[in-house]
């Protein structure tokens, strides 16, 4: 199994800034390949929004490629999303994910957090 914990929502102006955290524990976290966040608006499904696998591959929603940069610190077991020029769109809860790949391939198991709320708001 896999925990993951989000951090760093909250409430922010159009065109600034969060940086949002997330951690994941457990003995599966050895198998986790690509980590990432997806977001839920008010109203509207699940989205994807960016990922980054264990080698350092990123891929963005097209929605936030220019604003939204992804990092990771895999001896952390830590992904980062790093959130520029803000705007009402974005407003969402913000859910970590982790793929453990090794899971009845070639699908892989999808591991999530609880989320972490982003208000973009003046």
């Known amino acids: 199994q896999v925990q993951l914990v989000e951090s760093g929502g909250g409430l922010v102006q159009p065109g600034g800034s969060l940086r949002l955290s997330c951690t994941g524990s457990?003995?599966?976290?050895?198998?986790?390949?690509?980590m990432g966040w997806y977001r839920e608006a008010p109203g509207k499904q699940r989205e994807f929004v960016a990922t980054?696998?264990?080698?350092?591959?990123?891929n963005f929603a097209d929605s936030v490629k220019g604003r939204f940069t992804i990092s990771r610190d895999n001896a952390k077991n830590t992904v980062f999303l790093q959130m520029n020029n803000l705007n009402p769109e974005d407003t969402a809860v913000y859910l970590c994910?982790?793929?453990?790949?090794?899971?009845?391939?070639?699908?892989?198991?999808?591991?999530w957090g609880k989320g972490t709320l982003v208000t973009v708001s003046s």
């Open positions: 994910n982790a793929h453990d790949p090794s899971v009845t391939p070639p699908y892989g198991l999808d591991y």
């Open positions: 457990g003995y599966a976290m050895r198998s986790v390949d690509a």
């Open positions: 980054i696998t264990i080698g350092g591959t990123t």
